[in-house]
C-alpha cells in the first residue's frame, strides 16, 4: 500500500521556522522524484520546491528561493522540507508528491497545515 505521510506542520510565528518530513512507503522511493506543493484557500495548488531521484537537481518556486531548502534521504525513505524567514504569504496546507521517474505513477499525502501568524 502505497503511502506519503507529511509531518511536522503547525502554527509559527513570522520570520520563524519550521522542517516538515514526508514519509514513504508502498514503492520504491528511490526511483521517484519528490517535491512539496502547497495550497493556500482560493488559491490554486502551487509548486514549493522539487527534487530529482538521486538528488542531482533542486528547484523552488520564486517566492521560496532563498528561504526554503528541499532534501531527500533514500535510505529512510523521507524528504524534507526546510522553512525559514516565514510569512503570512507561506501560510498554506502543504503536500508531498512522488513521481516516477519511469512511468506515469503519481503519488500525494493528505497535507500538512503550515500557519504563520503573529
Known amino acids: 500500500q502505497v503511502q506519503l505521510v507529511e509531518s511536522g506542520g503547525g502554527l509559527v510565528q513570522p520570520g520563524g521556522s519550521l522542517r516538515l518530513s514526508c514519509a514513504a512507503s508502498?514503492?520504491?522511493?528511490?526511483?521517484?522524484?519528490m517535491s512539496w506543493y502547497r495550497q493556500a484557500p482560493g488559491k490554486e495548488r502551487e509548486l514549493v520546491a522539487a527534487?530529482?531521484?538521486?538528488?542531482?537537481?533542486?528547484n523552488y518556486g520564486d517566492s521560496v528561493k532563498g528561504r526554503f531548502t528541499i532534501s531527500r534521504d533514500n535510505a529512510k525513505n523521507t524528504v524534507s522540507l526546510q522553512m525559514n524567514s516565514l510569512n503570512a504569504e507561506d501560510t498554506a496546507v502543504y503536500y508531498c508528491?512522488?513521481?516516477?521517474?519511469?512511468?506515469?505513477?503519481?503519488?500525494w499525502g493528505q497535507g500538512t497545515q503550515v500557519t504563520v501568524s503573529s
Open positions: 508528491k512522488a513521481r516516477s521517474v519511469y512511468g506515469s505513477a503519481i503519488y
Open positions: 527534487i530529482t531521484a538521486n538528488s542531482e537537481a533542486r
Open positions: 508502498g514503492f520504491r522511493f528511490s526511483m521517484y522524484a
